[in-house]
Nanobody
Framework: VQLQASGGGLVQAGDSLRLSCAASGRTFSRYDMAWFRQAPGKEREFVARIRWSGGNAYYADSVKGRFTLSRDNAKNTVYLQMNSLKPEDTAVYYC?????????????????????WGQGTQVTVSS
């Protein structure tokens, strides 16, 4: 599986961006998908995750209410809509895939549990 993240850029605080992660292969619809981010000098942190069916999404407290994760299995793509961006959202954003057997809820924030990673896309929010 190859993941290609895109959509990052330089925006001002309060603006919006939509990140996309396109996956190769025919089994995308069987994977849970997630976004992580990593700011300079910090560890990679969990942002959001969506079930393979698109029915459930989970968010870090820091983005809840501002970010929305969705997926289109027909297009092999997952989207992260980011609204009301803040300077502290500045990071490289990575998409990741979790294949069966899936991580349990308590494990889904751990980057080490994911099987495939995209190359990252830079998001910079100026104040």
């Amino acid at each position: 599986v190859q993941l290609q993240a895109s959509g990052g850029g330089l925006v001002q605080a309060g603006d919006s961006l939509r990140l996309s992660c396109a996956a190769s292969g025919r089994t995308f619809s069987r994977y849970d998908m997630a976004w992580f981010r990593q700011a300079p000098g910090k560890e990679r942190e969990f942002v959001a995750r969506i079930r393979w069916s698109g029915g459930n999404a989970y968010y870090a407290d820091s983005v809840k209410g501002r970010f929305t994760l969705s997926r289109d299995n027909a297009k092999n793509t997952v989207y992260l809509q980011m609204n009301s961006l803040k300077p502290e959202d500045t990071a490289v954003y990575y998409c990741a895939a979790d294949t069966p057997p899936f991580l349990i809820y308590s494990e889904m924030h751990n980057a080490r549990g994911y099987d495939y990673w995209g190359q990252g896309t830079q998001v910079t929010v100026s104040s």
